[in-house]
């Protein structure tokens, strides 16, 4: 069992691009989650998987936010058009449904710098 | 609507000291309740939890927490304050039948040698 692992740790990038964040859960989990947190903040939830399906979507959730799990094991978020007001860390955390009350495991994060 | 209060968003403890960290959370049933700690620049990991049963709760690195309902508390508490434990620590809670934690805005723990 490695942990939830999450590529890059940091990116930075220029207003108006693109960027892309993956996230690897713990192996057996089948459910996985989105969170942004911003300076000073608690994370605030974006997103969750059970498996490949796509079950709750945030408000906070914008239409330049997109996230997929493909075959159900790992999980990308992409931002589209990427404003200043993006730059947060971006943490992933996965649980095994019906274990121990679905207890969430965090990555480490992926801090994004928007110039 | 759920909602987590953490009181003192900075708390400062000596060495050795008690350390106590406040939340408290409004919710219209129990909800599950957890403390995570959060090191400089790395994800959240879980100190300790609160489902069902006993109501005292020990976790890692010798916290625990104690629900009360009767004040929809759930304070962290160490006998004993290391440096190591400088982080900030944020209270969460989960809706029975909800998927998502929600999170207080965090405490950051200073210990001062």
């Known amino acids: 069992d490695t942990g939830v692992s999450q590529d890059p740790r940091h990116k930075i990038t220029k207003r108006g691009q693109n960027v892309t964040f993956r996230c690897d859960p713990i192996?057996?989990?089948?459910?996985l989650y989105w969170y942004r947190q911003t300076l000073g903040q608690g994370p605030e939830f974006l997103t969750y998987?059970?498996?490949?399906?796509?079950?709750?979507k945030s408000r906070l959730l914008s239409d330049r936010f997109s996230a997929e799990r493909p075959k159900g094991s790992f999980s990308t978020l992409e931002i589209q058009r990427t404003e200043q007001g993006d730059s947060a860390m971006y943490l992933c955390?996965?649980?095994?449904?019906?274990?121990?009350?679905?207890?969430?495991?965090f990555g480490a994060g992926t801090r994004l710098s928007v110039l | 609507a759920q909602s987590v209060t953490q009181l003192g968003s900075h708390v400062s403890v000596s060495e050795g000291a008690l350390v106590l960290l406040r939340c408290n959370y409004s919710?219209?049933?129990?909800?599950?309740l957890f403390w995570y700690v959060q090191y400089p620049n790395q994800g959240l990991q879980l100190l300790l939890k609160?489902?069902?049963?006993?109501?005292l709760v020990k976790g890692i690195n010798g916290f625990e927490a104690e629900f009360k309902k009767s004040e929809t508390s759930f304070h962290l508490t160490k006998p004993s304050a290391h440096m190591s434990d400088a982080a900030e620590y944020f209270c969460?809670?989960?809706?029975?039948?909800?998927?998502?934690?929600?999170f207080g805005t965090g405490t950051r723990l200073t210990v001062i040698p």
């Open positions: 919710s219209s049933v129990p909800p599950y």
């Open positions: 998987f059970q498996n490949e399906a796509q079950l709750e």
């Open positions: 609160y489902t069902t049963g006993a109501t």
């Open positions: 192996s057996e989990h089948n459910r």
């Open positions: 969460a809670v989960r809706q029975t039948g909800a998927n998502n934690l929600f």
């Open positions: 955390a996965s649980s095994l449904a019906g274990q121990d009350k679905n207890i969430q495991y």
